[in-house]
C-alpha cells in the first residue's frame, strides 16, 4: 500500500487561488504515476490532473485545463497542485493516488484511498 497525506485545502472566494499538498513516501515519485482526483458533493470522484513518474509529463482534464498546475519536489517527497480562478464547481474532497497505468492513458488506482483535503469555493 502507497500511504499519501493531502492537506491545503480550505475555504476560498471564486477567482482565488490554493496550492494542495501531497506528502509521498519515500521513492514513491520514482515508481508511479500520480493522479489528482477530486469529488464534489453528490458527484462521483473523477481524475482530474496526473504525473508522469519518468519524466513529469502531466495531463489535466479539459474542464481544469489553463487553471490547474500539478508539480513536484523529488527532493521532498512532495506533490502540488496549484488551482488558479477557483470556481463554484470545483468545490469537492481532492485526493491524491498512485495510478495503475501511465499517466494520460486512463485513471485506473491501486483503490487506496486516503482522507483527502476539502476544498469549498463560495462568495
Known amino acids: 500500500q502507497v500511504q499519501l497525506v493531502e492537506s491545503g485545502g480550505g475555504l476560498v472566494q471564486p477567482e482565488g487561488s490554493l496550492r494542495l499538498s501531497c506528502a509521498a513516501p519515500?521513492?514513491?515519485?520514482?515508481?508511479?504515476?500520480i493522479g489528482w482526483f477530486r469529488q464534489a458533493p453528490g458527484k462521483e470522484r473523477e481524475g482530474v490532473s496526473c504525473i508522469s513518474s519518468d519524466d513529469g509529463t502531466t495531463y489535466y482534464v479539459d474542464s481544469v485545463k489553463s487553471r490547474f498546475t500539478f508539480s513536484r519536489d523529488n527532493t521532498k517527497n512532495t506533490l502540488y497542485l496549484k488551482i488558479n480562478s477557483l470556481k463554484p464547481e470545483d468545490t469537492g474532497v481532492y485526493y491524491c493516488t498512485a495510478l495503475r497505468q501511465p499517466c494520460g492513458t486512463g485513471w485506473s488506482t491501486y483503490d487506496y484511498w486516503g482522507q483527502g483535503t476539502q476544498v469549498t469555493v463560495s462568495s
Open positions: 519515500e521513492f514513491t515519485l520514482d515508481y508511479y504515476d
